[in-house]
């Protein structure tokens, strides 16, 4: 699997090489551009959300004075970042696109982490799954700069909202097409005078709104470890109305599908028979012979599936390598709970 995928990227860097060096630098460029793309977006989202939201707010919702701090250097680093590649674009002879329009479904101080966890982790894919396409080294240490920086973010978020912060030994890398397809479903207009992008995004598809996203015993609760920084006496449980105790059976527990789960999807459109529902996370593509009824497709999640995975409805079966033109819908995103971790201890 890992060698399929270092030759794939092997033979791109092969064909971007062999380009005349003004098309390398378009490249580059567009890279950068995307790259800005997804900073201005995250940069308003946090922005809008810290005017939103005050501390008193996120500590009514159980999370600590030190979590709302946190927060506003996850605000200044995504301001930084558009700064920083404006400032490439610019120095490339490019003018560097504006921020557009948004519109954040979050509803709540949970809602807004949860879209953060999410947001975080695709943008972290963006810059893994555009380092194939980068060209120069030295935008490629910026790229690798700025990815590290976006993974603490997804740590960050993911154990505020009672999940694994890191459910894979392998972050996922990700097509510029497929991120954009997630991107564009928060921006609503963009400036005229901006460029646009020279991606078309795939038709959508939904993971079943009924499917639970957190994973720890705690599910549904601040993560236990945010709470313990700075609060004492702690009766967050039971202004709640969840009790002293967390009651695994309470209807608002939910654990997130493990392998083997069905999950349904839901197209933008009729799905076509024998269609697969192919899983993308960490660096494997497994596709699964799916159930079709109309719009809806379900499917087992494959054992390889850990943490935040890209699901797509595929005309062929995948495995190893996902081509874009056999995309039909996709990516949903859905998140899949780790299995515990089975450490070898005879391995040194
Ligand atoms: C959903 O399908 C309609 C009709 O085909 C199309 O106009 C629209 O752009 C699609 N939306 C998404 C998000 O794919
Ligand atoms: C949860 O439900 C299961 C099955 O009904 C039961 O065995 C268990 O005791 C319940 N746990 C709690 C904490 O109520
Ligand atoms: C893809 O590979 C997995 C094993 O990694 C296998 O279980 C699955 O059946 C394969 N999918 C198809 C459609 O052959
Ligand atoms: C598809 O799923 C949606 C959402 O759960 C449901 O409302 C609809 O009835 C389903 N359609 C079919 C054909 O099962």
């Known amino acids: 699997m890992l060698s399929k995928i270092i030759t794939a990227s092997a033979a791109l860097t092969s064909l971007v090489s062999a380009l005349p060096t003004e098309k390398r630098q378009n490249i580059d460029t567009t890279v950068l551009q995307f790259a800005l793309t997804l900073e201005h977006l ?42 920083a590649l404006s400032a490439a674009l610019t120095a490339a002879g490019v003018t560097p696109n504006q921020a557009c329009q948004y519109s954040f479904p979050y509803t709540d101080v949970p809602s807004f982490i949860t879209l953060s966890s999410v947001l975080e982790d695709v943008g972290t894919s963006a810059y893994l799954g555009g380092a194939g396409l980068i060209t120069s080294k030295a935008y490629l240490t910026v790229a690798g700069s ?40 928060f921006i609503t207009s963009c400036p005229t005078t901006n460029t646009p992008l020279p991606f078309t995004p795939f038709p959508a598809l939904a993971t079943d709104t009924k499917t639970c996203t957190c994973e720890e015993p705690q599910c549904g609760m601040p993560s236990a470890y945010i ?42 459109g009729t799905i076509k028979a024998n269609s697969y529902v192919t899983f993308v996370n960490g660096l494997n593509v497994v596709s699964v012979a ?59």
């Open 227 to 268: 709470k313990a920084r700075d609060r004492k006496n702690d009766n967050w449980g039971k202004e709640h109305g969840w009790g002293s105790t967390w009651d695994p059976n309470s209807s608002k527990s939910c654990m997130p599908p493990t392998a083997g789960t069905q999950v349904m999807f839901t197209a933008n």
């Open 42 to 83: 995250e940069n308003v989202f946090y922005k809008q959300a810290i005017q939103k939201f005050s501390q008193q707010d996120f500590m009514k919702a159980g999370y600590s004075a030190d979590y709302y701090n946190d927060l506003k250097y996850i605000a200044y680093d995504e301001q930084q970042h558009v700064l």
């Open 290 to 348: 799916g159930k079709i009824d109309g719009m809806n497709i379900s499917a087992a999640v494959p054992s390889q599936a850990m943490g935040q995975t890209y699901v797509f409805v595929t005309s062929k079966n995948e495995n190893g390598t996902l081509t874009a033109a056999d995309v039909e819908y996709g990516p949903a995103v859905l998140e899949v709970a780790p299995p515990a971790p089975a450490i070898d201890f005879s391995e040194s």
């Open 146 to 185: 700025i990815l590290a920086t976006e993974a603490r973010h997804t740590a960050f978020q993911r154990t505020a909202i009672g999940e694994v912060p890191m459910p894979n030994p392998f972050q996922t890398p990700l097509d510029p097409t497929s991120v954009y397809t997630l991107a564009a479903m």
